[in-house]
């Protein structure tokens, strides 16, 4: 269900009906800009997608009903095509037209880690693919299993597992299962006085799991962290037993082998508990824009916040081509904006906390010439902070491809890395005839460095799918030789895969394969996802 | 040298001349209290030590001596004392003993990341175990190798690559060579108006790849954090080829191997660069005390700082014990107290950051019920604040037997944690006719918990080595019976290595030895430590 109780898409973005319809301006920037011609066909409903038969060695299906009992193992139609792939407009492309090919053939729905451990030795047996299903929101092909040199593969989705197991006042820590959605998360500690803190734009629809899994960063990094930094302790079902990690706040005892699962992707194991360090709930929140004439000087002007404080909560920097298209405002695209760059700051905290931070960080932004454009902007941001997939739907209905890509450097590296993946997608798809708008932002800032994150939107070319695979290829490349990370927050799934493996070098992957090998003998565990 | 530039002692702490002489009060505590009688034999001399003779295949020697140069190949007698193991008490005992029987056969110094990879691939080649060795402060029997299976062992001491490399002001980071001694760095650094921040006990002669290796916390970690939150990039030597880790500040590029490398002790590979974020240096410090009537207050006061802020830069309070005996302040050992628990509060930044961190902090303390005591106690800790080892030579000298241990846990657990300790501490010691003195004080506090370092002093016995193996085991049981780490930032070596593998579990142990077996397949990086 959706938070409004509707049934969600299967082929787009949670609940279809806050899809906005594109205003008049929009459709014609699209056609007069991009060249965007109306979609020659909608979406199909799901009776019309192609799926293919289930197939699973017998004994595999057998044992996993007796393990789980019947109504946990599911191979319906509406099961598998819900299971099908993540979030990808790769993804979607493909499921909007009715493919289907990369359903698993089966679902199951264990409801303790001695179940998932149960389902991982009896898959590891009949050498049947395991993909850990959370919230199904990944943007990397992180869910999209590879069949070769198995026997079917499964989703293994941890809805059940959706509890607040504990929570510890006095540490500030609570022990949270991966099927637990945000949401919910939020709404359990809040009763308790907490605040996760952790709110990155698939929200409403992601699981802790997810987020472990993914080594997610949400909107509020600057005032609550990435989520690898919120995180005290692991359990981790493996085809090879159990990991308990993480005993104290900080240890010397050996590596941390926490950070070695946060954002494994569930090649390594299965999170099945995830210990986290709790805040408390802001009694006050407080959200403004800013504009700046430059990109580069409200760059500057994050950095000083970065390195020499005070941290918004929230803190994010629109680019002149997002600020010009209102990207920053999806509630009001098209709509006219005032030019420059638009920054959003948000306090969260006790009354005169958010008072102290927001004035000592006002004093900053206006003297890095910044100009205060009042609360309005801020509240606007707020409230469609989650709405970027809608608008990204409509735009598809449209017959325009849009999509996002996010990478980190450090700040003395920041402003050429923007300007070789700007010039790398607008190369790549103006060489295929479909000139692309390229949008960016920095929403994620640390003391040493900043994330960028690209939205393109051009016109459909005959093969979609083609099309942006170059983009993001030539995107990619520029990336790894400017310096920067192939992913901040989105995670490596199969899509990054090669330039993972190029960013980090064959030894480090080879290490990454001998834990695998270790922990996963079979290779069951998401295969084809990380590092193969 | 030392920073005096007097010779450094071979079987003590550093300057030998900084070795106090006990007042005649902690001479009478000593007798009296603990039957301390005076020590029969004093140290022995270097001449009287006892040496193996040298047992190295010649044709590795032969390849070392022509990668390096024969200077840089040593195997003089005073070379190889002094790289027989740390500085843990039972190290010291036992080269004041004249047993050096765990000397390495060689020490060989290269200048380059290149001749370390060369070295160790010669090594692993010949089967000779390869021991690190920055500033040689290990504790836990770091630096002592499993001989058994190799045909020999060399110490390679890291002093040569003891360069600044570079420093990147626009992204305050910094790349450093892990010879570099903590005293130097941040010397060179502070010549750019930057400090590091990384301020642990053996300061004055520990090394950046030290800290790397053994994921070393600092005095001031509550305002700078702990060396592994500093670290944002690694150059790392295996005998497999290297690793090149941290493209940018954060990532979701898979898990984070820096974390991997950082705790490692030297068994996965040697690093021979480390980026480093840097803090602009402090234009003012200022150190002050603060009395608790008992530790649980002052605990509570920490925990209120360490969760709701602001933090002090450097935070350390003292349980009534150590504050009776003056061990907060070496320099007054023995001096009347005040009673209570003495709680150490620094702060260094800005001018107006420190008055108003020290205002909003010193508010929190006094509403838990801390009384002030002025700047000198906070002066005073912070002249003595790396003399605490030395203090322990003149304990040695004078028949007692004097070690330290830490552990660290959450909030929640933290007094079941202290009082576990002490009293497997009190028991086991006890029960040899020699009863202690245990201390304790929490030095690091992080939202969710803090750690706890004891120490504990006692009449020597007659094998002081077993004496101590048995109060050892004992608290290492106590603390895994409580929830705690083992260790907190001395690091796993020897010691600790039973201990670590109850505390992470078998399948943990295990993916260890995968990496290893990936990197280092004939096994010959620091044999025996960590995961043997």
Redesign the interface.
């Known amino acids: 269900m959706t938070p409004s109780g509707t049934v969600p898409s299967w082929s787009g973005w949670g609940d279809p009906a806050r899809v906005p319809t594109l205003p008049a301006p929009v459709l014609t920037l699209l056609e007069q800009a991009l060249g965007v011609t109306p979609a020659l066909a909608a979406a199909v409903a799901m009776t019309g997608v192609s799926l293919p038969e289930p197939d699973l060695p017998g004994g595999c299906r057998d044992e996993l009903v007796a393990l789980l009992g019947a109504e946990q193992v599911r191979d319906d139609r509406e099961s598998r095509i819900r299971h099908t792939r993540g979030k990808s407009t790769s993804d979607l492309v493909r499921l909007r037209s009715g493919d289907a090919a990369d359903a698993p053939d089966l679902v199951v729905l264990p409801a303790t880690h001695d179940e998932v451990a149960a389902v991982l030795r009896s898959c590891a047996q009949h050498r049947v693919a395991v993909v850990p299903f959370g919230g199904g929101t990944s943007v990397v092909g992180g869910l999209t299993p590879r069949r070769a040199g198995f026997s079917g593969a499964i989703a293994l989705d941890l809805r059940r597992m959706d509890r607040l197991l504990a929570v510890?006042a006095?540490?500030?820590?609570a022990v949270l299962q991966p099927g637990l959605l945000a949401p919910q998360a939020e709404e359990q500690l809040g009763a308790h006085g907490f605040t996760l803190g952790h709110f990155p734009q698939s929200f409403e629809y992601a699981s802790i799991g997810g987020f472990a899994a993914?080594?997610?960063?949400g909107q509020a990094s600057a005032g609550y962290g990435?989520f690898?930094e919120m995180v005290?302790g692991l359990t981790v079902a493996?085809p090879?037993?159990?990991?308990?990690?993480g005993?104290?706040?900080?240890?010397?005892?050996?590596?941390?082998?926490?950070?070695?699962?946060?954002?494994?992707?569930g090649a390594?194991g299965i999170v099945t508990a995830v210990t986290v360090?709790l805040m408390?709930a802001p009694a006050q929140r407080s959200y403004e824009g800013w504009r700046f004439e430059f990109f580069s000087d409200g760059m500057a002007a994050l950095?000083r916040l970065a390195?020499?404080g005070p941290r918004p909560t929230v803190v994010r920097l629109s680019d002149e081509i997002e600020t010009a298209v209102g990207l920053a405002r999806p509630g009001q695209l098209g709509s006219a904006s005032s030019g420059g760059c638009l920054l959003i700051a948000g306090y969260e905290g006790s009354p005169p906390d958010v008072t102290a931070r927001r004035e000592a960080a006002s004093a900053v932004l206006a003297g890095c010439g910044g100009e205060p454009q009042g609360d309005e902007p801020g509240q606007e941001w707020r409230r469609q902070r989650y709405a970027g997939p809608y608008l990204r739907d409509a735009l598809l209905d449209a017959g325009a491809f849009v999509e996002t890509l996010e990478?980190?450097?450090?700040?003395?590296?920041l402003g050429a890395l923007y300007g070789a993946v700007r010039t790398a997608l607008t190369e790549a798809l103006t060489a295929q005839d479909t000139p692309p708008l390229v949008a960016c932002h920095v929403s994620?800032v640390?003391?040493?460095?900043?994330?960028l994150y690209f939205t393109v939107a051009c016109a459909q070319a005959d093969d979609p799918l083609a099309q942006w695979q170059r983009a993001k290829t030539a995107a990619g490349d520029a990336i790894l030789r400017a310096?920067?990370?192939?992913?901040?927050?989105?995670?490596?799934g199969v899509d990054?895969r090669e330039h993972?493996a190029r960013?980090?070098?064959?030894?480090?992957v080879?290490?990454?394969?001998?834990?695998k090998?270790?922990?996963d003998p079979a290779g069951i565990l998401n295969p084809g996802v990380?590092?193969g």
């Open positions: 510890d006095e540490s500030r820590t993914t080594r997610s960063a990435r690898d005290v493996t090879q037993g159990c990991l308990e990690l005993r104290a706040p900080a240890s010397a005892a050996g590596p941390d082998l926490r950070q070695l699962i946060l954002g494994s992707e390594l360090r408390p950095r390195q020499d990478t980190a450097t450090f700040w003395s590296s994620h640390y003391p040493t460095g900043a994330s310096g920067g990370t192939i992913t901040h927050h989105h995670g490596v990054h993972y960013e980090v070098g064959p030894l480090a080879d290490v990454l394969r001998a834990v090998g270790r922990l990380l590092v």
